[in-house]
């Protein structure tokens, strides 16, 4: 397979950020250096930042994003700390993922933080997609902690069980392994989907506090 120049992932990462509805990419400056994508611009929510930069991951041969991206309330208008306060906590109540009377938030100048105790990682990134795509939120810093709830050796059946149940993969080319909470995966996938798809079903395994993503991408694996 052969690398990509600095310059074919820029016109690769502006044609995925043009075909991603989610962003505009007329607002977003890119920059490429040793395979090191840089984003600016400015755009009006904070969902569309990161919109942008799970869009320049997807693109093959990218190594890093440095998302320097400044998100601007739309026309002007600016919400106090106080009604993006409200605005999350009704947020997080309509969520039926997300057990919000055990999520606490601060915010302070449009950048909110998470604090308090969640079931799963899902329910970690739930609550933080939920917060992200509010008007006038700036940025989060996610501090939610995962309580475990099963053993270490429970929790690496169950995630080897979901894997075994997925289609598009073998199970057997990941490898799985279990410390306190935190997933190390290694082996092969064949694409970019196929390595979300499979940090997302483990993710969802009860008591997985982060996962680590040694996983490699190759399309003959």
């Known amino acids: 397979m052969t690398h990509k120049t600095d310059e074919e992932l820029k016109h690769a990462v502006t044609a995925e950020l043009r075909w991603d509805t989610r962003v505009d990419e007329t607002e977003i400056g890119v920059a490429v250096t040793n395979g090191i994508v840089a984003l600016t611009g400015t755009v009006n929510s904070f969902a569309k930042k990161l919109a942008a930069q799970e869009a320049t991951h997807r693109v093959a041969g990218v190594l890093d994003v440095a998302n320097d991206i400044k998100v601007k309330a739309p026309g002007g208008a600016v919400r106090t700390d106080a009604e ?12 039926v993922w997300v057990r919000d009377q055990d999520i606490q938030t601060t915010v302070s100048d449009g950048w909110v933080v998470l604090e308090g105790k969640v079931e799963s990682m899902a329910e970690r990134e739930d609550a933080e997609r939920a917060v992200s795509k509010l008007v006038g939120v700036r940025g989060v810093t996610n501090k939610l902690v995962v309580a475990p709830r099963v053993t ?7 995630i080897q069980d979901a894997l075994e149940r997925r289609a598009d993969h073998e199970a057997g080319r990941i490898s799985i392994a279990v410390r306190d909470g935190v997933i190390t995966l290694t082996g092969k996938v064949r694409n970019y989907g196929e ?12 008591g997985v506090k982060s996962v680590t993503d040694h996983l490699q991408i190759s399309p003959f694996a």
């Open 84 to 95: 993006i306060a409200q605005a999350i906590r009704h947020a997080l109540e309509w969520d």
């Open 152 to 158: 270490a050796s429970n929790v690496q059946h169950l």
């Open 195 to 206: 390595k979300r798809a499979i940090i997302g079903a483990v993710s969802h395994a009860p």
